[in-house]
DNA sequence: CAAGTTAATTTAATTAATTAACATATAGTA
DNA sequence: TACTATATGTTAATTAATTAAATTAACTTG
């Protein structure tokens, strides 16, 4: 329970302004004063503050309005970076990023499955190693590593609860990095460090609530309310991808029947394709996948549906009404004002994304939530990592 | 944005120190601050300030714990009353607390239908201008008026946007009773005053996040996270009737297929039960229906499976499946830590409430979610009044 | 009844925002 | 070119609140 203390006081105002600079700057004291309703000698010490910790710096100076010229700041972004991992069930991604989320450095590294926890976390030692050894320069400035996995992920305690697709529990990861690096260590799961990616950098910009819909072999979601992510009373929330739509259908690998996932996730749509496929239905698919069936993937019936494939652009289409009546059940639920689409599937782009809108649009309730905001990831294959990397900026931007 | 200032500072330590006197009450100075971490002059110099307020007041001295003995403080509860409006579908219900909950007046008013927006104000003023009458006494004590009703209340301006069971809309409470009454005005969406209630008065207290489904002619869910409400967007977060649980199944009045309320609100059950007795189906019913199928409720349901009447119970047993399926998307997607079940059909009590919960500890997906508390609320028919007076008392006890 | 302990208050110091006054820089204008 | 108005930003004094230290109060225990 946070009490007002003067430290709390200042360190609220200090994330005020900081944050102002990130999302309005370059912008002057002055105009950040009248933004905030903090007085301008407030503003002039923390800024002062600021740039003595090499967060911000003085840019150049701005249009006098009539009076004197404004003094504009800007985040220094190369003062500080931040190494990012998507330790994903295939492979590692590794990325360094500055204040501004710019990408120094990214790189991947397949995994060799099945793979043990100590093996896992000696992989992520090394990748992140190989990061230091590279950027000796820029060492000191690095502020801390994130981690983003897939499963169940204790966030508190910085522990991997449950990974399924590595079949690994309970990986001390913070402990283990920290320990080794001497770095500050967040660890989150991979939907919601995206969510937090997408509203630092991508898509979710802007918005007071944003969720993250991933879209891959699995369905997942991370909220994120106000600039914090949601994680609920034991880091669940936002598991989509189970969420009972079809009574009457399918068994899923979790035990129960018609979870979204077996109806929209890229596997579903994969074995939709290879049934039709398989009897005879017309499609350039046939030919793509070189006649053997076990090649047609979510990727490919995206490939094929660009190029006109009636029957990938079905089944692609099939798959988006029945991810957008997920996400109606979403919208009834949590009433975001924006949602963003990403992940494997997404790749598909517009032929998904029109066929979720089109059924958001038909079966909402309100005329407001019909209109609900969806919008498509725009960070690509280095979403996750990005996520990770947010997961320490959020912090350093936030009340200490 | 709110920024730091002195004023914010300690209106902040005030409602930590109230809301501790609300829930550890009755409790010392020295204690809080202890509790707290706030310092004794502080706490000293606050409490001051509430019981000149008239808030708060000194009890009787504690047990000495080897020393001077300590001043309890406790809620003043009799310095304020607030006054809760229940404006159903169906009747007005009015309730008069004081700052504990304790129920001082509670009458109902049946409602003559169809009702015009007019002929509703109309009403709500009558029904409190008489409850000013007959508490002349108190009325200066009197510190506002909550309203609770269905449909999606615009909770900043005080508008009922759309209340579907009476066919109004844009009705400006807020406005008219505050210009009448001259007191503050709370307006709300009834399942989420009702959550609020339970968090307040209810099954909801001690959890951090809390979410009350209301079990009715409809369904619908208030969601209460680290004490606020959370309203979404557009104010219609929490609307799990229309989520959809079985895309093959029956059309709902909203024209989309399969949404939980057409499985398990009180319509659904009793038409089920109809059914069932139509085709001969052997049952305690039939006798209580007086042979007339039209007098089948989900009342009556509940009253023949108290009796032990096989169909009505497997009937409920099922609807509790139903709502089951539809609380485990909820818990996929909030985890809360708590889930309160209310309304007409939870008056079917342990059958319901057995089948729901036997669902979850099945379908959850992690073993924490499977054990999610689930309880039935415990305020009866006063549950949506009550909601609407916590309205007014959660902005008095919170940060100003 | 003295010593020790807990509770609560008083006083002084400290923190950080705010207010008021001032310095600086520029545009517009006479 | 000098003057005025205005916007930007800083400095010094003031204020509001917490915090630390000291004090008073009240009680228990040996």
Redesign the pocket.
Known sequence: MQ?????F??S???SIILNRIRLEGPI????I??DT????????????ELIDSGLIKESI????????????LVINEKSFYVIGLDAGPKDIKTILTDLNGGVHHFSEKALSLPVTADELLKMMKSEIQGLLDQYKEEEDKIIGIGVAMHGVVDVDRGISLYAPNLDLRNIPIKEELETTFNLPVKVENDAKAIALGEVWFGSGSGAASVVAVNVGSGIGAGIVINGQLFHGEHFIAGEIGHMTIDIGGKQCSCGNYGCLQTLAAGPAIAEKAKKEVAIGKESRLTELSGGNLENISGRLIHKAAMEGDQLSRDILHSAGIYLGIGLINLIHLLNPERIIIGGGVANAGEILLDAVKETIAKMALTERAKQTDIRLSGLGNKATAIGAVSLLLSELFSIQ
Chains 1, 2 share one sequence.
């Not at 009490?3 to 430290?7: A, D, E, I, P, V």
């Not at 309703?37 to 002062?48: D, G, H, N």
């Not at 100076?61 to 504009?72: F, H, Y």
């Open positions: 009490r007002g203390t003067f430290q006081m200042k609220l105002n200090r002057s004291r002055a105009q004063a009248k309703k903090l007085t301008p000698p407030t503003v002039s010490s923390i800024v002062k100076q701005g249009e006098s309005q009539g009076g004197r010229k404004p003094t504009m």
